[in-house]
């Protein structure tokens, strides 16, 4: 895929000139691979390129300005939603890329994926596989680890660790209303007394 920017060398405004730069700028910055098409010298860039911004971006004259950014065939958009998408650290979103492994739009896809599936897509992977070969860990494999720091975290419980836990366990169960308020010998006999 292309990157495709067309912009005009020969802009009298300064505005378009600073706009042109910017996007160019950013490209380069980001090492993304682009081809400039200048729609002041030749005429069928011109032509192409107000051909193919769709009607609903063009501004109400009818005639687009540079910068006009689009992938191969595809338009992407003009300064401004490329401003918006640099702002937002969607970039490689705005040209329709994959972003490298590692920057900062990857990570915030990431953290979006999480959310959106409400798991980390390496768990994700792993349970869906498991779930697919209908393979489950036997009991005894649960415990086995190649990182020693994990077998210390994966350790079957001592048994003082299992009496602390029934202890625990003991201590949360709710008391019943006996329980809660226990009934003195002077209640007793006064509940004796009424009941006869």
Not at 162 to 178: I, R, S, W, Y
Request: with cysteine; proline share 7%; net charge negative.
């Amino acid at each position: 895929m292309v990157i495709k920017v067309y912009l005009a060398t020969a802009s009298g405004s300064t505005a378009i000139k600073k706009k042109q730069q910017d996007v160019v700028g950013f490209l380069e910055a980001l090492k993304v691979d682009y081809t400039e098409f200048d729609i002041a010298t030749n005429e069928e860039n011109r032509m192409w390129m107000r051909e193919n911004v769709p009607g609903e971006k063009k501004p109400t004259n009818g005639i687009p300005l540079p910068p006009q950014i689009f992938n191969d065939q595809n338009y992407c958009g003009d300064y401004d939603t490329f401003f918006n998408a640099k702002e937002d650290n969607e970039v490689f979103a705005f040209l329709g890329l994959a972003p490298p492994a590692g920057s900062k739009e990857a990570q915030l896809a990431e953290k979006a994926l999480i959310l959106q599936n409400g798991k980390d897509p390496e768990e994700h992977h792993k349970t869906s596989a498991e779930e697919c070969n209908g393979d489950s860990a036997a009991p005894e494999d649960l415990h086995k680890t190649s990182d020693p720091g994990e077998a210390a975290e994966m350790k079957e419980p001592s048994e003082k660790e299992e009496e602390v836990e029934h202890k625990e366990e003991d201590a949360e169960e709710p008391l019943t209303e006996d329980e809660e308020h226990p009934v003195t010998e002077d209640e007793e006999q006064g509940e004796a007394a009424t009941e006869s």
